[in-house]
T-cell receptor, first 115, second 112 residues
Framework: GAVVSQHPSRVICKSGTSVKIECRSL??????MFWYRQFPKQSLMLMAT?????????EQGVEKDKFLINHASLTLSTLTVTSAHPEDSSFYIC???????????FGDGTRLSIL | SQKIEQNSEALNIQEGKTATLTCNYT??????LQWYRQDPGRGPVFLLL?????KEKRKERLKVTFDTTLKQSLFHITASQPADSATYLC???????????FGSGTRLSIRP
């Protein structure tokens, strides 16, 4: 089955640090990748959609300068949380999808804790 | 606006029974409905996808239906086991190119 690898699984760092999260599709080419944020006991909140080689489309209320997304290849997307603060602490999950009507597959998430 | 709702926040059933979870959508007609399982601290795992021209899909003990008249999808787990306990999310897509919209999830607990 389709596998999406997300790394790191957990990050703890000081306020003001920038954190990069990687998302890779291991056995398929992902024309579209998505980044989500999930708060405890809530559903996934879409932050942005990215297509390979083009700028990401951010959802309303998501700061593009705060959450930098790069989708440089068909198998890799990165999310960089710049100058992270405690309110950015959350569970971040990436997802990838092939062309057409294929389902989205998800990474295992990154638990980000900003002290 | 497009909405997708899972009516039950939590569902508790006895092991061996069939669990039935409901997903309703309003104000649009999705081309696809997908069901995912999410365990605590993990990402969602894809289970089944059903298209608008399909009435039913099965995979082992799982069955999903898509009723475009009722604007509803039902997700069934037969012969439920404690290992089936998790949060189940339904998600819809308007077209093959569009983003998916998630329901809020149903937390299923199977008691031995």
């Amino acid at each position: 089955g389709a596998v999406v690898s997300q790394h790191p699984s957990r990050v703890i760092c000081k306020s003001g640090t920038s954190v990069k999260i990687e998302c890779r599709s291991l056995d398929f080419q992902a024309t579209t990748m998505f980044w989500y944020r999930q708060f405890p006991k809530q559903s996934l909140m879409l932050m942005a959609t990215s297509n390979e080689g083009s700028k990401a489309t951010y959802e309303q209320g998501v700061e593009k300068d705060k959450f930098l997304i790069n989708h440089a290849s068909l198998t890799l997307s990165t999310l960089t949380v710049t100058s992270a603060h405690p309110e950015d602490s959350s569970f971040y999950i990436c997802s990838a999808r092939e062309e057409g009507d294929q389902p989205q597959h998800f990474g295992d998430g990154t638990r980000l804790s900003i002290l | 606006s497009q909405k997708i709702e899972q009516n039950s926040e939590a569902l508790n059933i006895q092991e061996g029974k069939t669990a039935t979870l409901t997903c309703n959508y309003t104000n649009y007609s999705p081309a696809y409905l997908q069901w995912y399982r999410q365990d605590p601290g993990r990402g969602p795992v894809f289970l089944l996808l059903i298209r608008e021209n399909e009435k039913e899909k099965r995979k082992e003990r799982l069955k999903v239906t898509f009723d475009t008249t009722l604007k509803q999808s039902l997700f069934h787990i037969t012969a439920s086991q404690p290992a089936d306990s998790a949060t189940y999310l339904c998600a819809s897509r308007y077209s093959s190119a569009s983003k998916i919209i998630f329901g809020s999830g149903t937390r299923l607990s199977i008691r031995p």
